[in-house]
């Protein structure tokens, strides 16, 4: 058996974090894994020199982790297909409005005995209705692809504070590489730390669509954080939101199952996470605090990092409204309405009650 080769798409603070991980995974199991792990980093210049350089050179994302020393093993590397050469595992983890430029430029370079693990918060919407990021990966690559999600603020794991996750993934019958193929067993000494504790299930659409749209959640929580209307009112848009986010599941992806989003990290942790610290609720609450817009708010508050929710609600919004069951979800409609400018925060009382 050879030992496996893994590598990152993405050098943000979730990426670099994530990276972290499993390169301190693969210094501790070296006839388990290869030594280097590739983080494919976006270019970026930072006071005239390659942010990739500077990752190399001085193990710190100084740009989106800064503070956080990195392993040695890491390599950024700005060139995506020489980031997936020869890997066994490529895990996604970027904002997901790059998805599809990102999966056409490594279109006929990933075999397909290679294994995907999507860590993307989003939905991808077209005409027909709606896809999993991890299954537009498959299809694009033509390789099998999980989903890992949890209550996962990167700022605290990256500083290596306890935290569980969910993987969900579904082995595959059809393995013809070298070795064996990746499983459970690999997957849990791919990501698991004692500060990083993995579950392993396969209902990659309830971890996904988790993952997705608490996102949307947490601005609305934002919103009425924002003009201070207290706990009572943040807790009231989480249960709305989890309720929500189990019937799009349900009505979108039947197969998934609704135990993901009571019992595990990806599901109801994650979205309690999300709502007490993520850059979606700060994004509402600075909307709320200020009235900017949530462009404005993104830029003035992420330091060139991405608010997902604001991407991923519009998704919702336009496959609902295509589907025509926009008035089945209160919440998201009104989320939408709200970070788009046609609706006030103060009418979401009204919003809510209107369809309940
Ligand atoms: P944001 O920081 O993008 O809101 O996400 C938080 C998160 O995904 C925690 O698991």
Redesign the pocket.
């Known amino acids: 058996e050879h030992p496996y080769k893994i590598c990152v798409i993405g050098g943000g603070s979730w990426g670099t974090t994530i990276t972290k991980i499993i390169a301190e995974n693969c210094l501790a199991r070296p006839r388990l894994f290869r030594h280097h792990v590739n983080m494919w980093v976006f270019e970026e210049k930072i006071n005239g020199e390659n942010l990739t350089e500077i990752i190399n050179s001085r193990r710190e994302n100084v740009k989106y982790l800064p503070g956080v020393k990195l392993p040695r093993n890491i390599v950024a590397v700005p060139d995506l297909v020489k980031t997936v050469k020869d890997a066994d595992l490529i895990v996604f983890n970027f904002p997901h409005q790059h998805l599809s430029s990102i999966l056409s430029q490594l279109k006929g370079h990933v075999p397909p005995t290679v294994r995907g693990i999507s860590c993307l918060?989003g939905l991808e919407v077209n005409k027909d209705g709606c896809k999993l990021l991890s299954e537009h990966i498959s299809d694009e690559l033509g390789i099998v692809c999980g989903a890992l999600s949890?209550?996962?603020?990167a700022p605290e794991i990256a500083r290596e504070k306890w935290s569980e996750t969910t993987i969900a993934y579904n082995i595959p019958q059809d393995y013809r590489g070298p070795g064996r193929d990746i499983d459970e067993v690999i997957l849990k000494a791919t990501f698991h730390r004692p500060y990083f504790h993995v579950n392993i299930i396969d209902d990659v659409a309830g971890v996904s669509v988790a993952g997705a749209l608490k996102?949307v959640v947490?601005l609305a929580v934002g919103f009425v954080d924002g003009l201070g209307w207290g706990d009572n009112a943040k807790s009231a848009i989480m249960r709305v939101g989890l309720l929500e986010i189990i019937k799009f599941s349900e009505t979108f992806f039947p197969k998934s199952q609704q135990s993901t989003f009571t019992r595990e990290s990806a599901g109801v942790a994650?979205l309690i996470?999300?709502c007490l610290g993520?850059?979606?609720?700060k994004v509402g609450r600075y909307m709320a605090e200020t009235g900017a817009s949530a462009h404005d708010a993104e830029r003035a508050l992420l330091n060139g990092q991405s608010?997902?929710?604001i991407v991923t609600c519009k998704e919702v919004h336009e496959l609902l409204t295509h589907v025509g069951k926009m008035e089945e979800y209160p919440l998201f409609a009104a989320t939408y309405q709200i970070t788009f400018g046609s609706e006030s925060i103060e009418n979401l009382p009204n919003l809510l009650s209107k369809n309940l």
């Not at 949890?150 to 603020?153: K, V, Y």
């Open positions: 918060k949890g209550a996962n603020l996102n947490a994650d996470t999300t993520g850059r979606n609720v608010s997902q929710g």
